[in-house]
T-cell receptor, first 115, second 114 residues
């Protein structure tokens, strides 16, 4: 596709519900990142996928968070039993190779609000 | 942990003026990138400077890097109202860390008044 897309753009949910956030990276990009951005804050690294390698899950804040990437393309971030502190903008980025020198191409984000 | 910290947190200037934002980090890096974010949505890459470079230009942007002080600055010349956004620096983890992870600072909110 032309760019990274994410859906939904906004999600309002009740505390305790599960949510799924989707990311479609740029076609041909082998690496995909998920970040979380709380209001007025920087980006917090969540998880990194690169090709068929085991993902780096070191940034996931709790076991309520999980992510998968099917077929090396689309990724889904799942948050189970959502809490109010999970409210944030969740950003996805893809890069061609996945090195620190790569330009990261970001999607528009999903704004999650947990009531 | 490695982290870029931008300074100032917020900057308000008049159109036509120059805007300077600074970034400091803690440990050695291979490269530093600057990104821009409009309205809390996706970030857009602006420029990358490598650790062996001291200055880089791209249009109205000028980036400097001082590895001895572990700091970088982003200068936007002849600012426009459309430059209003948050600006983030991002650093890699250097030779001792991962070759793929970037750490973003909290950003500088730039407001350019018409």
């Amino acid at each position: 596709g032309a760019g990274v897309s994410q859906s939904p753009s906004n999600k309002v949910t009740e505390k305790g519900k599960d949510v799924e956030l989707r990311c479609d990276p740029i076609s041909g990009h082998t690496a995909l990142y998920w970040y979380r951005q709380s209001l007025g804050q920087g980006l917090e690294f969540l998880i990194y996928f690169q090709g068929n390698s085991a993902p780096d899950k070191s940034g996931l804040p709790s076991d309520r968070f999980s992510a998968e990437r099917t077929g090396g393309s689309v990724s889904t971030l799942t948050i189970q039993r959502t809490q109010q502190e999970d409210s944030a903008v969740y950003l996805c980025a893809s890069t061609l190779v996945g090195w620190g020198t790569d330009t990261q191409y970001f999607g528009p984000g999903t704004r999650l609000t947990v009531l | 942990s490695q982290q870029g910290e931008e300074d100032p947190q917020a900057l308000s200037i008049q159109e036509g003026e120059n805007a300077t934002m600074n970034c400091s980090y803690k440990t050695s890096i291979n490269n530093l990138q600057w990104y821009r974010q409009n309205s809390g949505r996706g970030l857009v890459h602006l420029i990358l400077i490598r650790s062996n470079e001291r200055e880089k230009h791209s249009g109205r942007l000028r980036v400097t890097l001082d590895t001895s002080k572990k700091s970088s600055s982003l200068l936007i010349t002849a600012s426009r109202a459309a430059d209003t956004a948050s600006y983030f620096c991002a650093t890699d983890e250097g030779s001792g860390g991962s070759n793929y992870k970037l750490t973003f600072g909290k950003g500088t909110l730039l407001t350019v008044n018409p």
